[in-house]
């Protein structure tokens, strides 16, 4: 555990309790049931946001947020079922990011290494392989081939390795080829992580309206 750290259990729904299965019960009368049995427990209660769905959706997107779980307050606990009673909104980000290599594979190339600059440096912020269908792997490849370059050009790689999906280890650098940082990439993206990485990156295009060098962190 980091020292800094805390963790809180927030509870959200209750389906039994004094051997009553309460699944069978609306949403709207679990949550006063869980209300009551977390009172004084010490667990946090998931609480129901105010406002209407936009004014939500508005709010959490400027905490920076993931997202939001919308449910029917008239819905029933389905186990194992999916239904159109819960439906979790998801919130993205959406910036551009220069290019600076690529991971060789079919068709030529199979995941961008994008950045963006901080402090007069190219700052390493992720590899993108969503979003890249065989089309745009042949497209980009030959635009990326034209602007080959033996130096990295991102100022804080190669780095010691990480274990994050998004991560890059000294072996992985070595299958890396590097390009002139001229290309800029439309990304669209979950969040950031802990290590200023991307979660959850897609490739949406590429953006040929804004020098590389003025791509800056937007978020």
């Known amino acids: 555990m980091h020292p800094d750290h805390q963790i809180a259990f927030y509870a959200f729904d209750l389906l039994h309790v004094d051997g009553q299965d309460l699944t069978v019960e609306p949403l709207f009368k679990r949550i006063a049931r869980l209300r009551r049995v977390v009172e004084a427990s010490g667990l946090l209660l998931s609480r129901e946001l105010p406002g209407t769905a936009a004014e939500v959706v508005e709010a959490v997107q400027e905490a920076g947020l993931e997202g939001v779980v919308a449910k029917r307050r008239t819905s029933l606990y389905k186990p194992g079922k999916r239904n159109g009673d819960w439906i979790k909104l998801k919130i993205e980000h959406e910036q551009e990011f220069v290019i600076g290599g690529y991971r060789p594979g079919r068709d030529g190339m199979e995941a961008l290494l994008v950045g963006c600059h901080e402090r007069q440096a190219l700052r390493f912020a992720g590899i993108v392989r969503t979003g890249l269908v065989k089309r745009l792997r042949l497209q980009i490849g030959a635009q990326l081939r034209a602007i080959h370059s033996a130096a990295c050009p991102f100022g804080d790689l190669p780095g010691t390795g990480s274990s994050h999906p998004s991560g890059?280890?000294?072996e992985d650098i070595a299958e890396i080829q590097w390009?002139?940082?001229?290309l800029v990439a439309q990304i669209r993206?979950?969040?950031?992580?802990?290590?200023?990485?991307?979660?959850?990156p897609r490739f949406i295009g590429l953006r040929s309206d804004k020098p590389a060098r003025s791509v800056q962190r937007e978020s």
């Open 189 to 200: 993206f979950a969040e950031w992580t802990a290590d200023q990485r991307l979660r959850h």
């Open 179 to 182: 390009v002139e940082p001229r």
């Open 168 to 170: 890059l280890t000294t």
